[in-house]
């Protein structure tokens, strides 16, 4: 099975390197960034991430905001938002912009792996449906927009 790519955006160093060195000993491939802007443009240049682990409370926009901005720019990427508190709102609204799941810090690794994993088979059945729906020939452009639409709204 391919590797699993995720990108981690924390600004709390300590917690960052302690999650990367548990994850990446598990055989993850992690990337790294403190911030918002930073993941954004991360994402904006390597197309191969398949998990995004989000603290809520990042800097620059807030996670929310980075969540919002990144499923506008890589729609198929998998989210989970890690916090340190459980707002009933945040975490509605974190559902609400396409999270995956919406974890505490510190997270119980187990508990993160599994998420995780769920969260990749998630979006590589979705980029199968796509290249399904791109390879069928008796679709019209617009009958492949819109099954490629609910793949992606759903």
Not at 66 to 71: A, G, H, S, V
Not at 146 to 154: D, P, Q, T, V, Y
């Given at each position: 099975m391919t590797r699993i790519r995720l990108l981690l955006v924390d600004d709390e160093q300590d917690l960052a390197e302690a999650l990367t060195r548990g994850l990446e000993g598990l055989g993850y491939e992690v990337a790294r960034v403190g911030n918002g802007e930073e993941a954004l443009?991360?994402?904006?240049?390597?197309?191969s991430i398949d998990v995004l682990l989000l603290s809520v409370k990042t800097p620059g926009p807030g996670g929310l905001e980075?969540?919002?901005?990144?499923?506008?720019?890589?729609?198929?990427?998998?989210?989970?938002?890690?916090?340190?508190?459980?707002?009933?709102?945040?975490?509605?609204?974190?559902?609400?912009?396409?999270?995956?799941?919406?974890?505490?810090?510190?997270?119980?690794?187990?508990?993160?792996?599994?998420?995780?994993?769920?969260a990749a088979r998630?979006?590589?059945e979705r980029e199968r449906k796509i290249l399904e729906i791109h390879m069928r020939p008796y679709l019209t452009g617009g009958e492949k927009e819109?099954?490629?639409?609910?793949?992606?709204?759903?």
């Open positions: 443009r991360y994402l904006d240049k390597d197309r980075t969540l919002r901005r990144i499923k506008a720019l890589q729609p198929l990427v998998e989210t989970i938002i890690l916090s340190a508190d459980a707002n009933v709102a945040t975490v509605v609204e974190a559902m609400r912009l396409g999270a995956w799941d919406y974890l505490l810090k510190p997270c119980d690794l187990a508990r993160l792996t599994a998420t995780i994993a769920a998630r979006k590589r819109a099954l490629i639409a609910s793949i992606l709204a759903g």
